[in-house]
T-cell receptor, first 114, second 114 residues
């Protein structure tokens, strides 16, 4: 089974600044996918960004980008120009083809200060 | 609108009283799954289904049952709920295995067992 570690239970960032959320995981697979999900106070799970492990290029979605280090099994999320609406819980989640499941980290609560 | 619909959104029940949480998706997805979310633990998979009449255990299946008689529906059944099943539950679906684009989640069911 995969394990996922998000070492920062809480983080805060000033509005318009940049913040990076860290994630490390453990897997024996060579081909897999990685996701970041956002959970605002409404508790809806929202897909933020997706990375395919066989692609070396880091994924980018508008203000969100990742730093994927496959050898180190690290998958951090960078949020640029932070906005008040970015305040939420963020979950890192690798997908295991072998296990047919997303495995979630414990989450990082991001607070955005005006 | 493409969505996963869970009901009820909130539920308070007593120990031992059987309950069912319904989940329905309108996207013709083959894959459906149930997760529970607990503070500090992220989301953990309870059961999943790869297609009609095909279900399998996730990481925390004890005390739960599921069925997949129709492609669109995947109810979660608690035959004899206990207080340690107090949690936030999410149903999720996905188009297929293989090239994975992430799950679509329902809006969650907050269950309290007293």
């Amino acid at each position: 089974a995969q394990t996922v570690t998000q070492s920062q239970p809480e983080m805060s960032v000033q509005e318009a600044e940049t913040v990076t959320l860290s994630c490390t995981y453990d897997t024996s697979e060579s081909d897999y996918y990685l996701f970041w999900y956002k959970q605002p106070p409404s508790r809806q799970m929202i897909l933020v960004i997706r990375q395919e492990a066989y692609k070396q290029q880091n994924a980018t979605e508008n203000r969100f980008s990742v730093n994927f280090q496959k050898a180190a099994k690290s998958f951090s999320l960078k949020i640029s120009d932070s906005q008040l609406g970015d305040a939420a819980m963020y979950f890192c989640a690798p997908f295991s083809n072998a296990g047919n499941m997303l495995t979630f980290g414990g989450g990082t609560r991001l607070m955005v200060k005006p | 609108e493409a969505q996963v619909t869970q009901n009820p959104r909130y539920l308070i029940t007593v120990t031992g009283k059987k309950l069912t949480v319904t989940c329905s998706q309108n996207m013709n997805h083959e894959y459906m799954s149930w997760y529970r979310q607990d503070p500090g633990l992220g989301l953990r998979q309870i059961y999943y289904s790869m297609n009609v009449e095909v279900t399998d255990k996730g990481d925390v299946p004890e005390g739960y049952k599921v069925s997949r008689k129709e492609k669109r529906n995947f109810p979660l059944i608690l035959e004899s709920p206990s207080p340690n099943q107090t949690s936030l539950y999410f149903c999720a679906s996905s188009l297929s295995m293989g090239v994975h684009y992430g799950y679509t989640f329902g809006s969650g069911t907050r269950l309290t067992v007293v």
